[in-house]
């Protein structure tokens, strides 16, 4: 890992740890809300790029080809909400 992306993972792990976020998980699905400035910087982070929200998917830890998905909107934001949801259940679609 450069030492560039790991600053960029300290910042992005400051930066969730002094906001306050709303988290709630479903099985694989995990959704977390918080304010505008704190979702935009961990997402612009984790995409390069400047972004409101984001789909981040892991993987499971113990099974191989199962996948985690977590999803970052701040609060309020139902649009956010809704188009990362879009991503998630249809892979195929790009941003018009």
Do not use: K, Y
Request: glycine content about 6%; charged content about 15%.
């Amino acid at each position: 890992m450069s030492h560039a992306s790991v600053l960029v993972l300290c910042a992005v792990l400051l930066l969730v740890a002094c906001g306050s976020l709303q988290v709630g998980q479903n099985g694989p699905i995990r959704v977390i809300l918080g304010p505008l400035e704190r979702i935009e910087a961990v997402c612009s982070a984790l995409a390069h790029r400047r972004a409101v929200g984001c789909l981040v998917p892991e993987r499971h830890p113990t099974q191989e080809g199962l996948w985690h998905w977590t999803i970052w909107c701040p609060f309020n934001d139902p649009v956010c909400l809704s188009h990362e949801i879009r991503h998630l259940i249809e892979p195929e679609w790009s941003h018009p």
